[in-house]
DNA sequence: ACAATTCTTGACCGATTGGTTATAAATTCC
DNA sequence: GGAATTTATAACCAATCGGTCAAGAATTGT
């Protein structure tokens, strides 16, 4: 009942996730969403109420969609899939992403944990959250792995799943500082061979 | 000649700084630059330049302060001192730093890159240049550390060194993403152990 | 003492920030 | 068709942004 919505929610959304993405948070201003979405100042604020509450549904979108897509080679996996596969299905998809054009941007919640962490609780939650959520399906494929024996000197399982994420955390920040997409793909094998050679 | 100026310059900038370091750039304003290093609004323009050339000459003094400091166990070190140990103390030193109450700021350089890196050229070069640096020093290390037989299975030293920096940016980024220092610590040894082990 | 030079003060600038409000337009229920 | 409800438009708000300017205060050389 009332004038019905003009535009469809979630595409304007992940419009504003993408801006949010490429530009950051305080760079962004609610001027550049009106212009980027390309709807009124006030309909803005009245479907997704003010920035911050807006960045928090943005960054929600992106945990559904791109953290989950991250997250497919580790828990989606065809059944009979081992664990080092698992793994090194997850670099390499990872790799792919981060050394496309668009993964000169980097994460958006590694860019916005740099910028807002200290003022946003709600953004620390979400993103301790998601680290957790990383940690244990890596902590379980690498579980798998060394029942599997497929690991040379199977490590301690939770230190090693905690050193792939700091790697790839510190090669998505790499890319992001301008490292070329070859160095990035050198330095994942290079990761790859130290998971197998234990 | 002239009324002569009423601050130190130097002592001001490193206060310019630290703003920086804990705020961020666009966080930061120039009023908030002004409170706090109690000096006039024309003063700070006088003296510094504008926002974008005061960050600049912060980040030199960065560069100069900071990362030098970070750089001494590898450049600086004792004669006789083998790669392995310049490399073993250079982490240790990072890792000490990083798990103090400041360590919690991250790195600046870092925090600029992702801040600002698309939009100042200055700044990518001066982060590509330390970089450079670091790889470099690194990398000799572990040459070093080759040629004395330290390392159990001496691996590609420009891959390992851009390794260890990948881990050491990782961890800086998890260290702000507010990962207990226990954990970072854990990492720390956890790469130790990998470097020296192969 | 006086002119020249430099620093300090505080008011001031237009532009932009995030956010709100009255009013008009469109739709549904009755 | 008309009342009720919701969205859209655009003007508007105080506050803050980065940056400048005119005038006064302090120091130098002569």
Request: proline share 4%.
């Amino acid at each position: 009942m009332g004038r019905p919505t003009a535009f469809d929610r979630n595409e304007k959304l992940m419009l504003a996730m993408k801006l949010f993405w490429k530009q950051g948070y305080e760079r962004t201003s609610m001027q550049d969403l009106i212009d980027t979405l390309g709807i009124n100042r006030f309909s803005l604020y009245n479907t997704f109420g003010d920035k911050q509450t807006l960045f928090h549904q943005a960054a929600a979108l992106y945990q559904e969609k791109v953290f989950a897509e991250l997250l497919r080679p580790l828990l989606d996996a065809p059944p009979g899939t081992t664990g080092k596969d698992r793994i090194l299905n997850y670099l390499d998809n990872a790799c792919q992403k981060l050394c496309a054009p668009s993964g000169a941007l980097g994460c958006l919640m590694q860019n916005m944990a740099l910028e807002r962490g200290q003022d946003d609780a709600m953004l620390r939650t979400l993103l301790q959250q998601q680290h957790a959520t990383l940690e244990n399906a890596l902590k379980a494929a690498l579980e798998d792995a060394k029942n599997e024996d497929c690991l040379a000197t199977p490590p301690d399982t939770g230190q090693a799943a905690c050193h792939i994420m700091t790697c790839v955390q510190g090669l998505i920040f790499f890319r992001k500082a301008g490292t070329a997409p070859d160095k990035i793909r050198a330095q994942f094998e290079y990761l790859k061979t130290e998971i197998q050679n234990g």
